[in-house]
């Protein structure tokens, strides 16, 4: 059974950081793209980053650039995601998921598999 279990959510002033965690089991997907995505109350889910199969290549919406890092460690089979800097604006349900392709991809439905979500709440 392939479960995606993220973790490091919380509540934290604006400024500050988390680290969030997705850690995979029942299958190995280091040949896999991986990504995040998040969901505010009362709006759809939107893409947040994604990092390629090996970790060359990454990619951020633009309202994370320069404050979000995304990484992986295949070894472990897990997804990071390093949030600094955190506004209100990033408050939402943080979400990770597997890519069914190697490579960076936007686009939910190129994406096969999903966590439960991890809440980050940040307040002002």
């Known amino acids: 059974q392939v479960q995606l279990v993220e973790s490091g959510g919380g509540l934290v002033q604006a400024g500050g950081s988390l680290r969030l965690s997705c850690a995979a089991s029942g299958r190995t997907f280091s040949s896999y793209g991986m990504g995040w995505f998040r969901q505010a109350p009362g709006k759809e889910r939107e893409f947040v980053a994604c990092i390629s199969w090996n970790g060359g290549r990454t990619y951020y919406a633009d309202s994370v650039k320069g404050r979000f890092t995304i990484s992986r460690d295949n070894a472990e089979n897990t997804e990071f995601l390093q949030m600094n800097n955190l506004k209100t604006e990033d408050t939402a349900v943080y979400t990770c998921?597997?890519?069914?392709?190697?490579?960076?991809?936007?686009?939910?439905?190129?994406?096969?598999?999903w966590g439960q979500g991890t809440q980050v709440t940040v307040s002002s």
């Open positions: 998921a597997v890519n069914s392709g190697s490579g960076l991809s936007i686009r939910q439905s190129e994406y096969d598999y």
